[in-house]
């Protein structure tokens, strides 16, 4: 038998692994798959099996659109998975292609889409070098999926260790409601200003602690929406949940979960702290009145 040369071999082996996508974004059949699909591993990484493939996603119910910044986000989740059922959409292209034409509620199927790791989240690409074929079909709508109730413990928040200067979650149970739409119940507001953008805040809970946070709120305003103060009560919270794992510039290194507050809606005051809210809103009209025009 004619041996084959080192350079035949390698082709060979780069046509193969191309078509069983192992190769990058290539895939020679694109399997329609469900984002529970996508999402569950029993690995602690949380690492999609289908990393680093090219494939169709089927069946996502819209929860929430970040229309603004650079790279564009689309969050959607599977009504019928209770766990590994959500996941992030980011919308690479120039004109916002996906972000922009879609609306909460909308059921879509995405086609050709990328699946990567990007900063601990599983993520789907939408556009960008290895998604250019990338689509969405529309498929009516349908309720958005109920958020699932939770415990602060169930979502709980990393800790530090000073000695290799990290923030790190003791353990991913959190993993599998990654990109899902979650609630706690009966929390306080504790520390602000946690996290690798200062723009985190705790979710006290018997003992346990969450992390929390109003950068994709539609409402907030600012770096905190205005029910979320120091020892502030909430009857509940609302939010996405998505994990984060990378460095700062000081060298810090983080690996955390948060959930993310989409509108107003989403954080519930205890009615004495909503009671507190009004009144200082009440007395600071009433200052300004006192006070008189400004000079001019």
Request: aromatic residues 10%; without cysteine.
């Amino acid at each position: 038998m004619r041996r084959r040369s080192i350079g035949q071999w390698s082709l060979v082996a780069a046509i193969t692994l191309a078509l069983m996508g192992l190769g990058g974004a290539a895939y020679a059949d694109p399997l329609d798959l469900s984002i529970f699909d996508v999402q569950y591993t029993p690995e602690a990484d949380g690492i999609s099996p289908y990393n680093g493939q090219t494939h169709n996603v089927l069946g996502g119910v819209v929860t929430h659109i970040k229309p603004w910044g650079g790279k564009k986000r689309v969050y959607i989740q599977d009504p019928d998975s209770p766990t590994w059922g959500g996941i992030l959409v980011k919308d690479w292209t120039t004109g916002g292609d996906l972000a922009l034409n879609v609306s909460v509620g909308d059921r879509i199927d995405l086609s050709m889409i990328y699946v990567e790791e990007s900063s601990g989240t599983t993520t789907l690409q939408f556009g960008g070098e290895y998604s250019l074929d990338a689509s969405f079909t529309p498929q009516g709508t349908a309720p958005v999926p109920d958020a699932l109730s939770l415990t602060a413990g169930e979502l709980a928040a990393p800790v530090y260790d000073p000695v290799e200067d990290t923030w790190f979650v003791e353990n991913y149970y959190s993993e599998s409601y990654e990109g899902m739409l979650v609630m706690l119940t009966d929390v306080a507001v504790g520390t602000l200003d946690m996290g690798k953008a200062d723009d985190n805040y705790q979710l006290l809970e018997d003992g346990d602690i969450a992390w929390a946070s109003d950068f994709m709120n539609w409402d907030a305003g600012g770096t905190y929406h205005e029910r979320i103060w120091t020892t502030a009560e909430l009857e509940s919270i609302t939010g996405i949940v998505e994990q984060y794992v990378g460095e700062t510039d000081d060298g810090t290194r983080w690996d955390y979960y948060q959930m993310f507050t989409r509108t107003t809606a989403d954080i519930v005051p205890e009615p004495w702290s909503a009671g507190l809210l009004l009144s200082g809103f009440l007395l600071t009209v009433a200052r300004r009145r006192r006070s008189g025009p400004a000079a001019g």
